[in-house]
């Protein structure tokens, strides 16, 4: 009876260590990616600025890049983000409150290997985006 009280005790006291620890696989992939932190971007319509969005970004690394070097290199990406917005809207231009996926990713992924190196960054992922205010998009001429 006793060895019986004892083997689960010692059974319960290590399961909780052995559920959080995540699989050999699971560790492997983590830790790939580079999230930047949150960025205003400006929202332009008609030559005048309307609103923002504020993005979360998340830049995605080939398996042998070094994560830990490239998270260090977070304020190079983000003023890089911050840069491309300015330079030109990213917004559609029917829509004032959110961000051209499309066009971000695409013109986050030339910067980003401008300051990471060619084949680092693997992707651009959009992983939300909020505006600062609701504003009405503009009519449609037609």
Do not use: C
Not at 20 to 37: F, I, N, R, T
Not at 52 to 74: G, H, I, Q, T
Request: glycine letters at 6%; aromatic letters at 4%; zero cysteines.
């Amino acid at each position: 009876m006793r060895r019986l009280v004892l083997a689960l005790a010692l059974a319960a006291a290590t399961a909780p260590a052995q559920a959080s620890s995540p699989p050999k696989q699971e560790k492997a992939q983590a830790g790939q990616y580079v999230d930047l932190s949150p960025v205003g971007l400006p929202i332009v319509g008609d030559g005048r600025l309307v609103n923002y969005a504020f993005v979360y970004v998340r830049l995605n690394l080939a398996p042998s890049a070094d994560a830990a070097k490239l998270r260090a290199k977070e304020p190079f990406f983000r003023d890089a983000l911050v840069r491309l917005g300015h330079r030109t809207p990213l917004n559609p231009p029917d829509d004032y409150s959110r961000i051209d996926e499309a066009r971000l990713k695409s013109a986050l992924l030339r910067e980003a290997a401008a300051i990471a190196g060619p084949g680092v960054i693997t992707s651009v992922v959009v992983t939300s985006q909020a505006p600062q205010h609701q504003v009405a998009s503009p009519r449609r001429k037609g």
